[in-house]
């Protein structure tokens, strides 16, 4: 590389010295995993005071993670922290509800506990709704950071403005995708590869609801697509798998997509030679 490449990058590396590293953000929130949820974590707490004294380091290092971008903030650095902190009882309730829920629905599931530690539907959830609380909060960027990087340990990408009810259900995940502006009631199920979009990528379009709405107790199989703000799957439906969805469906509804498949039986090989050694 030449000289005048190097003092340009070193230029942006100067310009860029105060931004948050994603990584430390990211190590925060595991560090907020490992403490709701023991059977996750890396440390052994022998007395209530070292429980304790771990919460606090963890609001100690959100509000230095904070400060550094203060002047972004609609209100002090401190008082985000506090604010965060404070919501973690019902983020672990909510959290529980969605772990109660994948391990009711999956016959493979052994236990609560099992969900809890391996699952990466519970993951990308339990790190949702902590994006979820620092976006509701106006934090800019890093609740971005934080679905990314669940998306890269989980193949789950939720945006973390969405609206997500309780008893939330991924049954494997892969490939799931879930919107902005998407609203998902409470007891949803969605299996892998589904798409909860938007009709139109057009950037004049950022500041209106340009995702589905989901109600209450649906369940949406493999491979779905459903796209559009205006769109709604009411109450008690199932979208079955490969569906393709623009418009709403009433509560109730069963939606299917019937592909034309062949299956014909060939005809045995006559030139089969079998072996014996």
């Known amino acids: 590389m030449n000289s005048q490449f190097i003092h340009t990058l070193f230029r942006h590396h100067q310009q860029a010295k105060h931004q948050v590293p994603a990584s ?4 925060l929130v595991e560090g907020v995993l490992h403490l709701l949820f023991p059977a996750l974590a890396d440390e052994r707490f ?20 904070l400060s550094s971008m203060e002047q972004q903030l609609p ?25 109660d829920a994948i391990a009711a629905g999956d016959p493979a599931a052994q236990s609560v506990q099992e969900v809890i530690r391996t699952y990466p539907g519970f993951k990308a ?25 669940a998306h890269a340990q989980t193949g789950i ?5 969405a609206q997500i009810g309780t008893h939330f259900c991924i049954d494997h995940g892969t490939g799931i995708v879930i919107g902005e502006t998407c609203i998902i009631g409470d007891y949803v199920k969605l299996y892998q590869g589904v798409t909860l979009g938007a009709l139109s990528v057009d950037k004049a379009m950022a500041n209106i609801k340009r995702h589905p709405t989901i109600e209450h107790h649906v369940v949406i199989y ?32 069963r939606v299917y997509h019937r592909p034309q498949i062949n299956v014909r039986r060939s ?9 014996s050694i």
């Open 75 to 99: 209100m002090p650095a401190e008082e985000v922290a506090q604010q965060v902190m404070q919501h973690l009882p019902q983020i672990h309730q909510l959290l529980l509800l969605d772990a």
């Open 125 to 149: 959830v339990a790190i949702h709704r902590m994006a979820h609380e620092l976006y509701r909060l106006q934090v800019p960027l890093l609740p971005r950071v934080l679905s990314e990087y």
């Open 24 to 27: 430390a953000i990211c190590h």
């Open 46 to 65: 022998e007395t209530v005071q070292e429980l304790e004294e771990y919460a606090g380091s963890l609001q100690q290092n959100l509000m230095r993670v």
């Open 222 to 253: 493999a491979g779905a697509t459903i796209l559009g703000g205006n769109t709604a799957v009411g109450a008690y439906s199932t979208i079955g798998g490969n569906v393709w969805l623009t418009e709403s469906v009433p509560a109730y509804s």
């Open 267 to 275: 005809a045995d090989p006559a030139d089969v030679v079998n072996f």
């Open 157 to 161: 990408d939720i945006h973390p403005g």
